[in-house]
């Protein structure tokens, strides 16, 4: 079964410093896709990054950047620039196709960030 | 674009009694849609998937039921929660899918159920 696991329960950073996120996921499957979701205070889940396995070039999107380490089973998100917009619970989302046309997402336990100013 | 809304956003009901949470996607069509439940401060836990014109799917250990999903239309999904009793109190979230082959899913602002 596949499992994510997200080790770091909370984090803080100062303003304007760089923050790194870990995940770390366990399949056998070879095709699948990676998300950071984040979950602001109004708990409305919005999309980070996103990554697909079969890609090999790390995902990045403005001050968001993941270290995709598929051997390693790895990944992780690096925040450059930290605004205290970015205070959010930060979730880790494993996603797998099925040939029945079906997905199953699974999400990892969430890390707390706290942007300090 | 690719707005989901859900509705209501908080609902209080009795014991015993069922509930109707709905979600719509506001400008596409999803064939594909998700039901979360979130526990206070923590992680969410896939219910159920959600196809258009059929059954949903259900996850291991969540009753069918209990958990009435229905997705009779290409934006609208809604799930009932029948007989409601204080565990079931939680926070719902949907999720639709605007394109399969992108997999990104949309999410819903989320309905607090409180269960008295």
């Known amino acids: 079964a596949q499992t994510v696991t997200q080790s770091q329960p909370e984090m803080s950073v100062q303003e304007a410093e760089t923050v790194t996120l870990s995940c770390t996921y366990d399949?056998?499957?070879?095709?699948?896709?990676l998300f950071w979701y984040k979950q602001p205070p109004s708990r409305q889940m919005i999309l980070v990054i996103r990554?697909?396995?079969?890609?090999?070039q790390n995902a990045t999107e403005n001050r968001f950047s993941v270290n995709f380490q598929k051997a390693a089973k790895s990944f992780s998100l690096k925040i450059s620039d930290s605004q205290l917009g970015d205070t959010a619970m930060y979730f880790c989302?494993?996603?797998?196709?099925?040939?029945?046309?079906?997905?199953?997402?699974?999400f990892g336990t969430g890390t707390r960030l706290k942007v300090l100013a | 674009g690719a707005v989901v809304s859900q509705h209501p956003s908080w609902v209080i009901c009795k014991s015993g009694t069922s509930v109707k949470i709905e979600c719509r996607s506001l400008?596409?069509?999803?064939?594909?849609m998700f039901w979360y439940r979130q526990f206070p401060k923590q992680s969410l836990m896939l219910m159920a998937t959600?196809?258009?014109?059929?059954?949903?799917?259900?996850e291991q250990g969540v009753e069918k039921d209990k958990f009435l999903i229905n997705h009779a239309s290409l934006t609208l999904s809604t799930l009932t929660v029948t007989s409601a009793h204080p565990e079931d109190s939680s926070f719902y979230i949907c999720?639709?899918?605007?394109?399969?082959?992108?997999?990104?899913?949309?999410f819903g602002p989320g309905t607090r159920l409180t269960v008295t």
């Open positions: 989302a494993f996603m797998m196709p099925s040939t029945s046309g079906t997905y199953k997402y699974i």
């Open positions: 959600s196809n258009e014109g059929s059954k949903a799917t259900y």
């Open positions: 399949t056998s499957e070879s095709n699948y896709y």
């Open positions: 400008d596409f069509q999803a064939t594909t």
């Open positions: 999720s639709a899918l605007p394109d399969i082959y992108s997999y990104e899913q949309y």
């Open positions: 990554q697909e396995a079969y890609k090999q």
